[in-house]
């Protein structure tokens, strides 16, 4: 309990700094070339044995300074292939974190529309530091049909 409230005690005197660290990103144009190897993925129901590694190729053109174009192919937690093809729209910061989601088609997931493709949303925070970068995704879980998990991508500027 102790632990709890001490918790508490710093997250309430912490959030004054981070508000003044919150910003909305002003839309500008952008022109750069990201590509990655696929993700890891730590799924939230570690007892069914999905498949954490999802090796792959992916890029992601940032148009500008809220929103790019992402594309590319993985081997998914089912241990089969998928595609995915979307936009990233990521309008907000805290200092140099990224805040938004990824919206877009996937395939390639046996229990969802067997295998076929659907459209999802998915929480995203991104960090970027010259040509190196990460996203983190928050991939909900959904019925028996898709797996919960958080999941990072390396991602490498090109240019």
């Known amino acids: 309990m102790k632990k709890l409230l001490l918790g508490a005690t710093f997250a309430a005197l912490s959030f004054p700094a981070l508000a003044d660290t919150f910003t909305t990103i002003e839309n500008q144009p952008l022109s750069e070339l ?15 044995g999905f498949d954490d590694t999802n090796p792959g190729w992916g890029a992601e053109y940032r148009f500008s300074t809220v929103a790019s174009a992402t594309a590319g192919r993985f081997h998914n937690s089912d241990r089969r292939m998928s595609n995915y093809a979307g936009v990233y729209y990521q309008p907000w910061a805290i200092g140099p974190v990224r805040l938004g989601a990824v919206f877009g088609g996937f395939n390639g997931y046996p229990k969802m529309r067997d295998g076929g493709w659907f459209l999802a949303a998915i929480p995203v925070i991104s960090m970027e530091y010259q040509r190196v970068g990460v996203n983190f995704a928050i991939v909900p879980t959904y019925k028996e049909r898709l797996h919960g998990a958080i999941s990072v991508q390396l991602k490498f500027k090109l240019l």
């Not at 990655?36 to 069914?48: A, C, L, V």
Request: net charge positive; charged share 20%; hydrophobic share 25%.
């Open 34 to 48: 990201w590509v990655n190897p696929g993700f890891y993925s730590h799924h939230f129901q570690r007892d069914k």
